[in-house]
């Protein structure tokens, strides 16, 4: 199947709107609806609800949107791989959740192209469900999750743990007032808010939910809170004196996992990506706690 038709299904779902797909794509709107048209014809299906101002996936659509993905995903890793088949580079994909990246994976990432020049990567941003599905699908190499999936086609392994501190902008005595001025709640994963729950039975609803830690970052450094947050996104604002460790709050780990296929043909590469980031991340773990506030 032409993937150039599900590129264009998929740009008008994320936009909703014909016009704008056409933009994006630098195509004629009446370009985009033949081939709308034309993949609908392929398929036997409707993919789209049309009503004015009200474009809407139908049931079909809905299946669709995962396989379109995947299958441009795929036709993307087959240029990449054919292109470095010269044997000069390694091509590898990886992918972690948005809150992964800020937490620890974008400086990590960092290190490792400077100590690795010949593998070459594609980098993604993703939930833990995609991430598991493009894994399963083959169209993703190895991704940094928090809570361990349980599919028996992939390996798993334990690279490391996340401290998460409580912090506020303003000074406070006891996690019952950091709980109570503005207080921001982030999803680390199902276990973060099993624990969190289990710690912090009646406290007041948070003003904010958010699964990004960076987003609860700049809420508290514009107006003010409080949030449970790693150490390589608060330190600065420690030293700064505009955040502050609750003194009393428990500290919540988290533990980040890998994982890939286990019948991947690529677990020799996707290891030395694993043990040069768990290298770097031990070598770093002196400044896995807050330094500049009374614990």
Same mark, same amino acid.
């Given at each position: ?54 474009? &809407? ?48 994976? &974008?400086? @990590? ?36 999750? +928090? ?44 276990? +973060? ?15 904010? @939910? ?49 994982? +890939? ?29 807050? @330094?500049?506030?009374?614990?």
């Amino acid at each position: 199947m032409d993937t150039e038709l599900l590129k264009t299904f998929m740009e008008v779902s994320r936009t909703r709107h014909f016009g704008r797909a056409a933009e994006n794509l630098y195509l004629t709107q009446s370009a985009v609806s033949f081939r709308v048209r034309q993949l609908e014809g392929l398929l036997g299906v409707e993919l789209f609800s049309r009503q004015r101002n009200n474009i &809407q996936l139908t049931p079909a659509g809905e299946k669709l949107m995962p396989l379109a993905e995947s299958s441009v995903l795929l036709e993307q890793r087959i240029r990449q791989e054919v292109a470095m088949a010269d044997g000069k580079s390694q091509q590898m994909s990886l992918g972690a959740t948005p809150n992964l990246w800020d937490a620890f994976l &974008q400086e @990590q990432l960092r290190l490792f192209m400077s100590s690795s020049p010949g593998i070459a990567l594609n980098a993604m941003a993703h939930s833990s469900g995609n991430l598991v599905r493009q894994i399963i699908e083959r169209t993703l190499d190895l991704a940094f999750v +928090f809570d361990a999936p349980k599919v028996d086609e992939l390996t798993t392994i334990e690279v490391m743990n996340i401290p998460l501190y409580l912090v506020s902008a303003e000074p406070c005595d006891s996690w019952q007032d950091a709980l109570a001025q503005d207080y921001v709640l982030v999803d680390w994963g199902t276990s +973060f808010q099993i624990q969190h729950a289990q710690e912090f039975k009646g406290a007041k609803p948070p003003v904010l @939910q958010t699964n990004t830690g960076r987003i609860a970052l700049d809420c508290i450094l514009s107006n003010g809170g409080s949030a449970y947050l790693p150490s390589s996104l608060i330190q600065p604002y420690l030293d700064s004196g505009q955040m502050h460790v609750v003194p009393d709050a428990p500290v919540i780990n988290r533990t980040v996992y890998a994982s +890939f296929h286990a019948s991947s043909g690529r677990e020799e590469l996707i290891n030395k990506v694993i043990e040069q980031i768990a290298t770097n991340v031990t070598a770093a773990a002196a400044l896995a706690s807050p @330094q500049g506030e009374s614990r």
